[in-house]
C-alpha cells in the first residue's frame, strides 16, 4: 500500500515554483521563504490594512490608540437549548444619505508559528508533556520577564493569544492591531529563544492543564479518542496521554524523584528546533519589512535537531478485527467503523479518500445513509479522514465512518448496532463492483476549483493558524491552494484504498447509553473482556470479531436500494456578477438592483455622525443597510446588491412568524418537530446541494418564528429556495420517518444542558426571556404527539403565517422578490400582517442581588459554574459603549486574576451580553475544584477591586483601551455571510437600526474616563446603587452542599425561574419599537 501512495504522489503534477498560487480574488501579497536556520516562512502582506496603517500615521501618530480586537455582544451558549438563541450582535451599518468622510475599515494582524512535535514525542513517564510545555511557553520569557507581558500587551493592542498541541504538532498563535505587530513579534519570539519556564508556576500552570482535562471528563467524544488511545498496539506512539493531567505530569513523577522542571527544559531543548518550525506572519507592511522583522526576532531560533519526527514506520495503530463497547455521558448510541490507511500526505492532489468520503458519507437517494434510514436504524452519517490531529498523522490516517444509532439500529441482530456494519460493507461492495467514477471526481474537483477561486477573506488568527499547521504538508506553490488541488485522476489508488477497507483491518468502537446491553452483546461473541480506561475512569468491554461475521462481511454484496449518486443538479455554472460596482463600493438598490439613488429621505450617514461631520466618504466600515422592497400583508422583504465582496453568493435568510407556533410548550414541540422533519424530507435535495456550495438550515426560534436560511453560489440558490419551501408546503408526515425523527429530537432534548456552562447560561436565557418555555416542559410533549397531530399543527401554522426575508449578496432587488414571493405562494400565501407577529421581551433584573441554583443534569458530572450577570439597560448606544468599553478595559485583568494568578479554573470569560434589547456585562467562571458560591465570592472581589484599577488608569492606558474598541467597531467584514448576519440580527430582532455600530462609535469617541468610572460604581460594582444582578450557580456532585446554603447578605434565592418570572410584580423591557425606512419597491 506504500508503494500504491508513493506511485500516486509521483503521478500528481505539483509546481516546483516557489510562487504561491492563490485565489484571483485575494489581493494579498504573499513571499515563501525560509531564514539560514532552517524556520520556514509565509509573510502575507495586506494592502487594504497597509492603507489603513498610513491613514492612522497621517492622523495620530504611532503612540495613539491601539486598534484592534474585536468586543462583539456575545453569548457562547453551548447549551443544546433548542429555540433559547439570543441576540448577539455588535451594531449595525447606516443608511443612505449624506456622506461623511471615510471611516477606515480596521483590520488585525496576526502570527503563527506550528512547532512540527507533538504528544507523539511525550516520555511515558510524562504523559501529557507537550500540552504542559505549551502553557508554560506563556509564562515570560528572559526579555520579557513578567508572566503577563505578553498577554497584557496584546489585551492592549486590541489582540488576542491561543495555542493547541497535537499528536505532532503545536501551533501558537495571536493577533493585534497592525501598528503593534513587530513588538507583538518581539514577545512571541521569546518563546522559542528563551522562555523562563519558571519554577512557581510550574504548579499553577499543571493545575490550569488538569482543569482543563477535567472540563472533558463527561465529553462522550473525549472519552471516546481516549478509548482508543488507551487500547492502540502496544509501544505504537498512539499508545498515549495526550491532554496530561495533575496526576500524570506532577504527582506521579514527583513520587518517582523525577525533576519536573529539569525534564521540561530538556525536552523543549531537545524537541523545539528551527528547522522543525513553520511561521505565517500577516500584516500590514510591506514584505520586505515583515521578513526585515521576521529575521531579526526568528533568526536566533536554535536548530539543528534535524527535521521534524515522522511516524511512518509505526503502522497502523489498532488491531483490526475487534469490537470495542463504551458507556455513553449522554442518552444516545453511535457506532463508529475505522479503516486504517498509510499516510496519503504525499498524494494530497490525488484526493482518493475524499473522493471515497463523498461517496460513502453521500445522503442521496441510493445512498448508505438513505438504506440505514428506510430501515430505521440510523439518523446520520458521516464519513472520511477529519482534520483532527488523532485521524492525520505520518504513522496512519484513519478514516471514520460514523453512524448514528436509533434503538433499533443498536438492538437490530447480531446487536451492538453491527446490522448497520453489514451494510457498510454491502455498499463498500457496490463501490467496488462499479469501479472508481471519473465522473465523480471531476464534480468534485470543478466545485473545489470554484470554492478556492471565489473564496473569501477568513479571520486573520484563523488564517495565519491554519496556514501554519499546514505549511509542511503542500509543495510551495500549494501553500494556500492544497486543500482545493486536485490534481490527475487516480483509479489505481481509489482502488487499492477500497482493497484495504476490509473487515479483518476494520476496528469498530459502539458508544451506548445502553452500555449494559451492549457490554452484553459483545461478550456473547466470544474471547470478550472488560476493561477500565485509567484516566477517564469509563469502563469498556472489547472482543475479536468472530470469524463467520468477517466472513460474511468479507462476501458481502450490494442491496437492491443502494446505488451511486446522480450526477449533482446544483452545481454553479453562471457566476457573472450582477453589480458593476467594484473596489468596495457598495451598490444601493433600486428596482433593479443596480448602482443608483434610492429615492429615500436622506438620513446623516453614520459614517459622518461617527466622525461629527457631513463630508464626502467611501463607506467602507459602514456599509449600507438593505433596502426595504416589499411590505405587504404577509410579507416583509430586504434586499442588498452586493458589490464589496466581489463573489457570485447570496444570503437568504427567512422568518416564518406565527402565533400558533410557540404559544404553549406543545406547540412548541409540535414546530421543533416540522423543522427536523422538513430537514429530513430535504435530506438528499440538501446533501447534494451542500456539496455544490449551497447551505440550508432551518431552526425554531421560540416567539420568533421558524428561521430559514439559505446560502452559497446564487446561481442555483433560487431553485434551492424553491425546493425548500415546496417541501415545506407538500409536507406529508409518515409514520416511519415520524418515529425516527421523533426518536432523535427526543434525544437531543433530554441531552441539552449537560455541561455546566452551558446548562448555566440556558438558565439565564430562561429567566430573562419572557415568553421562553424550558427544555423540560417541551419534551413531554415531544414524546407524546402523534405524526397526526404534526400534520395538523403543520396547517394551522402555514394558515397564520408572515413572511420576512432578507437577501443580500450577488441578486438584484427583482431577483429578490421573485424568490420571497415564489416562498410565499409555494405555502398558499401567507397571511399575518407584521403587526400581528408575536414578540418575546426580556424581564427586568429587579435592584439587588437575584439567585438561582441547581445541580448537575449528569449526576456524575463534577464541574461547578457561576455565572455572574449585571443588567446594564435597555440596549442603546450610550450603554453599549460603556459596557462595551468595560469588556475591553476589564477582560484581560479578569482572566489574569480568576484563572492565571488565582487558578480557579481553565475558563473564565467578561464580556457583553445582548438578550432582546437588555444590554448587560457578564462574568462566567467554570471549576472542577471550587464551588459555585466561592467562584461568585472571587467574582466579587475582583470587581470590587477594579473599580480602584480604574480609578487609576492613567489617561494614556484608557486612550489605548479606546482606540482598541473604536479599531473593533470599525473592522470590516471579512466575508459576505458577516455582513448579512449583522443587517439580519437588526431585522429578525426588529430594532431596524442598521447605523447603531457608527453611533456607537461617535459615543466611544467623547466617552469620558470620569463617566466610564461613574458608572461602573453605580451599576457594576459591588454595593452600586443601580446594580441588578441575576447570578446563576450549577453545583456538580462534589459541591452540592452549596445550592442549599444559605447565602451571605441580602440575596433574593430563586427556587423557581419559570414562576419567578411570571409573576405579577415582574417587570419586562419594552418591546423593539424600531421605525421602517421608506418603501424601496423592486420593479
Request: hydrophobic share 40%; charged share 20%.
Amino acid at each position: 500500500m506504500v508503494a500504491a501512495v508513493e506511485r500516486a504522489a509521483a503521478l500528481q503534477s505539483v509546481p516546483n515554483s516557489e510562487a504561491v498560487l492563490q485565489s484571483p480574488l485575494d489581493k494579498r501579497l504573499y513571499r515563501r521563504t525560509a531564514l539560514s536556520n532552517g524556520l520556514g516562512v509565509l509573510l502575507i502582506s495586506d494592502p487594504e490594512m497597509g492603507t489603513a496603517l498610513e491613514q492612522s500615521a497621517d492622523v495620530a501618530g504611532e503612540d495613539s490608540g491601539a486598534q484592534g480586537e474585536d468586543s462583539d455582544s456575545e453569548d457562547d451558549s453551548g447549551s443544546d437549548s433548542d429555540g433559547s438563541d439570543e441576540d448577539d450582535d455588535d451594531g449595525d451599518a447606516p443608511a443612505n444619505g449624506v456622506k461623511g468622510p471615510k471611516q477606515a475599515a480596521a483590520k488585525k494582524a496576526a502570527a503563527a508559528m506550528a512547532v512540527g512535535v507533538g504528544s507523539f514525542c511525550d516520555p511515558a513517564e510524562l504523559q501529557g508533556l507537550s500540552h504542559y510545555l505549551e502553557h508554560m511557553l506563556f509564562m515570560g520569557s528572559e526579555k520579557f520577564p513578567d508572566e503577563n507581558d505578553y498577554d497584557a500587551f496584546l489585551a492592549s493592542n486590541g489582540g488576542a493569544s491561543n495555542a493547541y498541541t497535537d499528536l505532532e504538532v503545536t501551533n501558537y498563535q495571536f493577533d493585534c492591531e497592525p501598528k503593534a505587530l513587530g513588538p507583538a513579534l518581539d514577545r512571541f519570539a521569546q518563546f522559542f529563544l528563551a522562555p523562563l519556564v519558571k519554577a512557581d508556576a510550574l504548579e499553577r500552570e499543571v493545575s490550569a492543564v488538569n482543569n482543563e482535562f477535567a472540563g472533558v471528563l463527561q465529553s462522550d467524544s473525549c472519552r471516546m479518542a481516549q478509548l482508543r488511545c488507551h487500547t492502540a498496539i502496544e509501544g505504537h506512539p498512539f499508545r498515549g496521554f495526550s491532554w496530561g493531567n495533575r496526576a500524570s505530569l506532577w504527582d506521579q513523577p514527583r513520587a518517582a524523584g523525577i525533576p519536573i522542571r529539569d525534564r521540561i527544559v530538556q525536552y523543549y531543548r531537545q524537541q523545539y528546533s528551527a528547522e522543525r518550525m513553520s511561521l505565517v506572519v500577516l500584516g500590514g507592511q510591506p514584505l520586505d519589512v515583515l521578513q526585515g522583522w521576521v529575521q531579526d526576532h526568528f533568526s536566533a531560533v536554535p536548530a539543528g535537531r534535524g527535521p521534524r519526527p515522522v511516524f511512518s514506520d509505526a503502522g497502523p495503530p489498532f488491531q483490526g478485527g475487534r469490537v470495542y463497547g463504551m458507556p455513553a455521558v449522554k442518552d444516545s448510541h453511535s457506532i463508529t467503523v475505522t479503516f486504517q490507511l498509510p499516510s496519503l500526505q504525499a498524494a494530497y492532489a490525488a484526493k482518493a479518500d475524499e473522493y471515497l468520503a463523498h461517496l460513502v458519507g453521500h445522503e442521496g437517494a441510493g445512498s448508505l445513509l438513505s438504506a440505514l434510514k428506510a430501515r430505521g436504524w440510523a439518523t446520520g452519517l458521516s464519513a472520511g479522514v477529519s482534520d483532527g490531529g488523532h485521524e492525520r498523522t505520518s504513522a496512519a490516517w484513519l478514516f471514520d465512518v460514523h453512524i448514528s444509532l436509533t434503538d433499533a439500529g443498536r438492538a437490530e441482530a447480531p446487536g451492538a448496532g453491527l446490522a448497520c456494519v453489514a451494510l457498510l460493507f454491502r455498499f463498500l461492495a457496490l463501490l467496488r463492483d462499479a469501479g472508481p467514477q471519473e465522473w465523480v471526481f471531476k464534480e468534485l474537483r470543478d466545485i473545489a476549483e470554484v470554492k478556492f477561486r471565489f473564496a473569501e477573506e477568513e479571520d486573520a488568527c484563523e488564517y495565519v493558524t491554519r496556514l501554519a499547521a499546514e505549511l509542511h504538508m503542500f509543495a510551495p506553490a500549494h501553500a494556500l491552494k492544497g486543500q482545493w488541488v486536485y490534481g490527475q485522476w487516480d483509479p489505481a489508488l481509489v482502488t487499492e484504498l477500497l482493497t484495504q477497507m476490509t473487515p479483518q483491518r476494520a476496528r469498530i468502537d459502539v458508544q451506548s447509553k445502553d452500555y449494559d446491553a451492549v457490554s452484553k452483546q459483545i461478550k456473547e461473541m466470544g474471547e470478550a473482556e472488560e476493561g477500565t480506561e485509567p484516566w477517564f475512569d469509563m469502563p469498556y468491554t472489547a472482543a475479536p470479531l468472530p470469524a463467520e461475521l468477517l466472513e460474511e462481511w468479507a462476501g458481502a454484496t450490494p442491496e437492491a436500494d443502494m446505488k451511486l449518486p446522480a450526477r449533482n443538479e446544483f452545481l454553479p455554472s453562471d457566476f457573472e456578477l450582477v453589480s458593476g460596482t467594484a473596489d468596495g463600493a457598495t451598490a444601493p438598490m433600486n428596482g433593479s438592483g443596480s448602482p443608483s439613488g434610492t429615492g429615500r429621505k436622506p438620513a446623516v450617514n453614520a459614517v459622518a455622525l461617527a466622525n461629527g461631520s457631513h463630508v464626502q466618504d467611501t463607506p467602507s466600515a459602514f456599509p449600507e443597510p438593505p433596502a426595504l422592497v416589499i411590505d405587504e400583508g404577509g410579507l416583509r422583504l430586504w434586499a442588498k446588491t452586493d458589490a464589496a465582496f466581489a463573489v457570485p453568493r447570496t444570503v437568504a435568510c427567512m422568518l416564518l412568524a406565527s402565533p400558533a407556533g410557540h404559544d404553549t410548550p406543545r406547540a412548541a414541540a409540535l414546530t421543533h418537530l416540522i423543522a427536523k422533519l422538513l430537514e429530513d424530507a430535504l435530506c438528499e435535495t440538501a446533501y447534494q446541494a451542500e456539496v455544490a456550495g449551497l447551505n440550508f438550515e432551518v431552526s425554531p426560534e421560540g416567539t420568533a418564528g421558524l428561521a430559514l436560511r439559505l446560502d452559497g453560489f446564487s446561481h442555483r440558490l433560487p431553485a434551492l429556495a424553491s425546493a425548500v419551501f415546496r417541501a415545506l408546503a407538500e409536507l406529508k408526515v409518515q409514520e416511519a420517518a415520524f418515529v425516527r425523527v421523533r426518536e432523535a429530537l427526543a434525544r437531543r432534548y433530554r441531552n441539552s444542558n449537560m455541561r455546566p456552562e452551558g446548562a448555566a447560561t440556558y438558565a439565564r436565557l430562561f429567566a430573562l426571556r419572557a415568553a421562553m418555555f424550558h427544555v423540560d416542559a417541551v419534551l413531554p410533549h415531544v414524546e407524546s404527539v402523534t405524526a397526526a397531530d404534526v400534520q395538523e399543527h403543520l396547517g394551522v401554522l402555514l394558515g397564520t403565517t408572515h413572511l420576512e426575508a432578507l437577501l443580500h449578496g450577488n441578486v438584484t432587488a427583482a431577483g429578490a422578490a421573485a424568490v420571497a414571493r415564489g416562498a410565499r405562494d409555494a405555502l398558499g400565501g401567507t397571511r399575518l400582517p407584521a403587526a400581528e407577529r408575536p414578540c418575546d421581551r426580556a424581564v427586568l433584573i429587579p435592584v439587588g442581588s437575584t439567585l438561582y441554583r441547581e445541580g448537575p443534569k449528569n449526576p456524575e458530572e463534577d464541574g461547578n459554574v457561576c455565572e455572574l450577570y449585571l443588567q446594564c439597560g435597555s440596549d442603546s448606544a450610550a450603554t453599549r459603549a460603556l459596557v462595551d468599553l468595560l469588556e475591553q478595559v476589564a477582560g484581560e485583568p479578569a482572566y489574569d486574576t480568576l484563572r492565571t494568578k488565582q487558578q480557579l479554573g481553565y475558563s473564565v470569560h467578561a464580556g457583553t451580553r445582548l438578550t432582546h434589547g437588555a444590554l448587560a456585562f457578564c462574568v462566567v467562571v467554570a471549576s472542577s475544584t471550587h464551588g459555585p458560591a466561592e467562584l461568585e465570592a472571587r467574582i466579587e472581589a475582583f470587581l470590587s477591586s477594579f473599580a480602584a484599577t480604574l480609578e487609576a488608569m492613567a489617561p494614556n492606558a484608557f486612550e489605548k483601551h479606546r482606540g482598541s474598541l473604536l479599531a473593533a467597531k470599525l473592522q470590516k467584514d471579512h466575508a459576505l455571510a458577516e455582513e448579512a448576519d449583522r443587517h439580519w440580527d437588526a431585522i429578525f430582532n426588529r430594532r431596524y437600526n442598521f447605523s447603531a455600530r457608527a453611533e456607537e462609535v461617535a459615543e466611544l469617541r467623547t466617552l469620558p474616563h470620569s463617566t466610564l468610572l461613574q458608572w461602573y460604581r453605580q451599576t457594576v460594582a459591588p454595593g452600586g446603587a443601580e446594580r441588578r444582578k441575576l447570578c446563576i450557580h450549577i453545583a456538580g456532585r462534589s459541591k452540592l452542599e452549596q445550592i442549599t446554603q444559605q447565602p451571605a447578605g441580602d440575596v433574593h434565592v430563586v427556587e423557581g425561574l419559570a414562576a419567578w418570572k411570571s409573576q405579577a410584580d415582574c417587570k419586562l423591557f419594552d418591546p423593539p419599537t424600531g421605525s421602517l425606512p421608506p418603501l424601496c419597491p423592486a420593479s
